[in-house]
């Protein structure tokens, strides 16, 4: 619901694609175009360097990394196998496409058929095993010996960008505790692993936005906005059903409609406990804008109001939950006081 950057995250995880995926793709497909008697890992050893190749000693070095009994020389071999000049080429311009429209700012991306293999490369070892692994960061470039890089590092580059400590898709929960941290893929890795290490297809998430029932798990909707995108929650209508005391999330936007049935928060929005903490809050901002009133005997407009709730307030907000919602309650100023005398009891 926040909009966010990503930037630091973004050099750190372009270095990944720059030094190590590309010069790999650029490695299969020489390969294969010199149709070798050798293994891909004696090639890579032993063969003439192509463009880049400073980063043979990388993946010569990836040949004998192992996860859930693959080896990585064994996998890329197999690539090379089972796929055609042509497919592998084709891969390659997949691969490219697809990053391009999400640094470009468009989820709205056409599914392919990638192999098993291919999946495996970039979910099991990209993703799960090299973004934590320090020795590949260190051959990938020699700064990572001094500032180095993980899951953990790349949750507070994030949070310090983006001076948050709430879930940026959803503003409910906080991800204040590392256990509330979550690496979410936008468009999901198993679907569209070629994303896999695109920062902006990353998003640190809570554990309920990441994970099903509540969350998104491998689904997709489109067409969509992501939280790089917009701040989707400014394009929200949060109603409040005094009679039921639940909060109804609505949008024209076809967009934001597939945003919010993605994430389930309409659902994750409408128990009592959200409504009650929407209006607790609310009370207790109503109680500091009607002291400023009072003190300096001036009238606050509304856009005051808006301000002193995104930024002076900003000891609560992105730091604590629901802020978007408290915010569209005093959206119309008027309408809330008459809101508040009629349902708000002392
Ligand atoms: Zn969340």
Same mark, same amino acid.
């Given at each position: 619901m926040w909009k966010v950057t990503n930037e630091v995250n973004k050099v750190i995880l372009d270095d990944f694609r720059n030094k190590l995926i590309e010069p790999l793709f650029e490695e299969i497909i020489y390969y294969k175009r010199q %149709? !070798?008697? $050798?293994s891909f890992c004696e090639n890579i050893k032993n063969g003439i360097d192509v463009k880049?190749? %400073?980063s043979r000693s990388l993946i010569n070095y990836l040949n004998k990394r192992k996860t859930k009994k693959v080896t990585f020389g064994n996998l890329i071999d197999k690539i090379i196998s089972d796929n055609s000049l042509n497919e592998l080429e084709n891969y390659y311009s997949i691969f490219v496409f697809q990053n391009n429209e999400i640094n470009s700012g468009n989820y709205n991306i056409k599914e392919e058929v990638i192999s098993k293999e291919f999946k495996f490369l970039f979910?099991?070892? /990209? &993703?799960?095993? /090299?973004?934590?692994y320090k020795k590949i960061w260190i051959l990938i470039d020699k700064k990572y010996e001094k500032s180095s890089f993980d899951r953990n590092i790349f949750h507070i580059n994030f949070k310090r960008e =983006? =001076? $948050?400590? *709430?879930?940026? &898709?959803?503003? *409910?929960?906080?991800? *204040? %505790?590392?256990?509330?941290n979550e690496v979410e893929h936008f468009l999901p890795k198993s679907r569209?692993? /070629? !994303?896999?290490?695109?920062a902006y297809n990353l998003i640190p998430s809570c554990h309920a936005c990441n994970k099903k029932p509540d969350g998104k798990g491998s689904d997709v909707y489109m067409p969509i906005y992501s939280p790089y995108n917009m701040q989707i929650g400014d394009k929200l209508k949060f109603e409040n059903d005094i009679v039921k005391r639940k909060i109804e999330l609505s949008t024209d936007d076809s967009f934001i409609e597939n945003y919010l049935k993605l994430l389930n928060l309409k659902s994750r929005y409408s128990p009592r406990r959200v409504y009650d903490y929407v209006e607790a809050k609310a009370e207790s901002i109503y109680e500091t804008l009607n002291d400023i009133e009072q003190m300096g005997k001036v009238s606050l407009t509304q856009k005051q109001i808006e301000n002193y709730i995104l930024e002076k307030g900003i000891? /609560?907000?992105?730091?604590?939950? !629901?802020t978007l919602a408290v915010k569209y309650a005093f959206s119309e100023y008027e309408l809330y006081l008459s809101y508040r005398d009629k349902h708000i009891v002392d």
């Open positions: %149709s !070798l008697n $050798i880049r190749g %400073s979910a099991d070892f /990209f &993703y799960e095993m /090299f973004f934590d =983006n =001076n $948050i400590e *709430i879930c940026p &898709y959803c503003d *409910i929960d906080s991800t *204040i %505790s590392v256990f509330n569209f692993p /070629f !994303l896999a290490m695109n000891k /609560f907000a992105k730091k604590e939950p !629901l």
